[in-house]
């Protein structure tokens, strides 16, 4: 078949559609309004729920790793037993103390090569006491390059006072403990990591991440200074890492756990919770999209019913003009699909309007972005859902009888 | 054999054949219509002619016997074929004139023209004006057919019929549903159709005049043919 009568009888079925559409102009414009309505508040909503979610996630990924990588875990090793024998145990598990990562240049270089890693940072670290004075509390050590580190958490950013800087004796506070100690910028601190290995050092910056935990435990020193302080000289407790697709962190983390025969730690781990609430969330945002999905395609079908009967005479005299079924068929799933794409069309716009109105007058907490790939699929799944609701109605019109369609009255 | 536009042989129809509804409308129907015969079908309420001029028209499968259209069987041809056929070999006019509302007079008049190829010519759009000047509604041609007059709105269905000059053209009660004078100049324009443009035309009628002012008449009763021949001129 050749491309020429395909044309003209597509030319015929948009023509008649189109004229159908205008001519039942109040059901058009009212069921118009309904897929504008169902398409706006997708939008809307998911623009919201992503926005919302990104900034949660970019808080909570704000001060910690996406993936660490640490030493396994300490275990008993068992003589093997002989032959034919049964033993019962108790083995009391092995107290897991502070070591490093055998071999971790070696390891550093392997994941800096990694394609999916965008930061890698050896980070030692460990318990020790600050002691201003009087005062004293517990803190954890955290020594590490500063130029890697930053890649990991931008501590720059969130400095209240002086600058990031740990190397020759300066450390690098959080607020919280500044407080607690009644420490300011250029005032001296007292750090004991226990049997004797002490230090004092200049705090040089102070930073504030905004999680309380953090900011009163928090010490930076430089790599040497802590390794000295810990008792690890020449070693690193884990491998601070950030990936390029946050959510590809766990299957990543094994990915590295077979590489390096270490252990991966994904944030995904460490933060259950947070995970949990956000694909409770993610499905609540589903389930509200698909249902009003639903109802906006039940509406385009029961408004195309209808249509279907009011024009049971006309689609008669189509079908005795020599109109084929096929042609019929496609004047309502047309139909269908423009009356989708339409609204869904006007909806995205005002979906779009209400985010900005959102982001204008809202709580102000977070800004939200509408993604560019939003409307246009929202555009493109409402016209599919259309010419799909379409499909019954046209169905049947296609397969009236001619004859009995003519006499309908 | 060339000048023969329709042959019904032996042609019956039973409704839900084989249940207890069964129901035979129409037995052993023999016909021929020539080129250019104007033929009236009369008969009482319930005779068949409704559903003989659906068989005609190949809205509708017999149950028995063959219909030649222009010499081609027609029994046996699947629906699309059937589809093309009534386009290309037939007009219809109906007695509730079932115009197309959401299109204006000239696109009803080119609608067949458009349901065959698409976008219809400049000369398919000249032909169609020309088909509404014979009907004399030429000034109409941009008003929608709700805004005209019922004798008006046959009128533009005529020109539809004829837009495709189909050999035969088939007209169910064209004058069943409007006034006695409508009703006659459109009976007159049936008549000066097929004087200028030489097809032939079956009409479906019940008005004993209309019928008498036909060369041909065949008259139908309890679904067989009860005359066939030249119209007896009604009495003054």
């Not at chain 1, 977070?366 to 379409?390: R, Y």
């Amino acid at each position: 078949m050749s491309i020429r009568p395909l044309l003209s009888s597509a030319w015929t079925e948009w023509l008649i559609a189109l004229r159908f559409l205008l001519d039942n102009r109040m059901q058009t414009l009212l069921i118009l309004f309904g897929i504008t309505v169902g398409s706006a508040v997708i939008v809307f909503i998911t623009a919201i729920i992503t926005g919302l979610q990104s900034n949660v996630v970019d808080r909570t990924l704000g001060t910690q790793a996406h993936i660490r990588v640490l030493p396994l875990d300490e275990f008993n090793r068992l003589a093997p037993l002989p032959a034919g024998t049964l033993s019962l145990l108790r083995e009391s598990p092995r107290a897991q103390r502070l070591r490093s990562i055998s071999n971790w240049q070696d390891v550093v270089t392997l994941l800096d090569q990694h394609p999916r890693l965008t930061a890698v940072s050896p980070v030692v670290s460990g318990p020790a006491l600050a002691l201003s004075g009087v005062a004293r509390a517990s803190v954890a050590l955290i020594g590490m390059d500063p130029l890697r580190y930053e890649r990991i958490i931008p501590i720059s950013e969130d400095l209240l006072a002086g600058r990031f800087r740990v190397g020759a004796g300066h450390a690098v506070i959080g607020s919280e403990l500044a407080r607690d100690l009644g420490l300011n910028t250029g005032d001296k601190l007292r750090l004991d990591g226990g049997e004797g290995r002490e230090a004092v050092v200049d705090v040089a910056g102070i930073f504030e991440l905004g999680v309380r935990e953090l900011d009163a435990r928090y010490v930076y020193l430089d790599l040497k200074q802590a390794q000295t302080l810990l008792a690890l000289p020449g070693g690193v407790t884990v491998i601070d890492t950030r990936v390029d697709e946050i959510f590809a962190a766990d299957e990543l983390a094994r990915r590295i756990e077979r590489l390096t025969g270490l252990r991966g730690e994904s944030w995904m781990e460490t933060n259950g919770q947070l995970l949990n609430a956000l694909r409770s969330q993610s499905m609540t945002t589903q389930m509200i999209r698909l249902f009003v999905g639903i109802s906006v395609a039940f509406g385009i079908a029961s408004v195309l019913a209808v249509s279907v009967v009011q024009r049971t005479r006309e689609i008669g005299i189509l079908r005795a003009m020599g109109s084929p079924r096929g042609q019929i068929l496609r004047v309502f799933l047309l139909q269908g699909g423009l009356l989708g794409l339409l609204g869904s069309g006007i909806g995205g716009a005002v979906g779009w309007l209400l985010v900005q109105v959102f982001n204008i007058f809202g709580p102000g907490l977070f800004q939200v972005t509408v993604e560019p790939g939003l409307i246009p699929a929202a555009m493109l799944i409402a016209c599919l859902a259309g010419v799909l609701a379409a499909a019954v109605p046209a169905r049947r019109a296609a397969h009236y009888d001619p004859a009995v369609a003519i006499r309908y009255v | 054999m060339s000048d023969e536009v329709l042959r019904l042989e032996g042609i019956g129809k039973t409704f839900n054949q084989g249940t207890a509804l069964e129901a035979r409308v129409l037995q052993d129907i023999n016909l021929r219509l020539g080129r250019g015969e104007l033929t009236a079908l009369i008969g009482p309420s319930g005779s068949g002619k409704s559903t003989l001029l659906n068989l005609i028209g190949l809205l509708d499968v017999p149950t028995a016997g063959e219909l030649y259209l222009q010499g081609r069987p027609t029994r046996s041809s699947d629906d699309a074929t059937r589809t093309r056929m009534r386009n290309e070999s037939l007009g219809f006019v109906f007695q509730f004139h079932h115009l197309i509302s959401a299109f204006s007079v000239l696109e009803n008049v080119l609608m067949p023209l458009i349901i065959r190829s698409g976008r219809p010519s400049a000369e398919a759009v000249e032909l169609a004006r020309s088909l509404l000047q014979e009907v004399g509604l030429e000034r109409l041609a941009d008003k929608r057919p709700t805004e005209i007059s019922g004798g008006q709105q046959q009128r533009v269905a005529i020109a539809r019929a004829l837009v495709t000059r189909p050999p035969l053209l088939l007209a169910d009660e064209p004058t069943g549903n409007l006034d006695s004078r409508t009703a006659a100049s459109v009976f007159d324009l049936f008549r000066r159709i097929n004087e200028q443009f030489g097809c032939s035309i079956l009409v479906v009628t019940h008005d004993p005049r209309l019928a008498a002012s036909c060369p041909r008449t065949i008259e139908l009763v309890d679904g067989r043919i009860v005359s066939d021949g030249a119209s007896i001129p009604m009495p003054p």
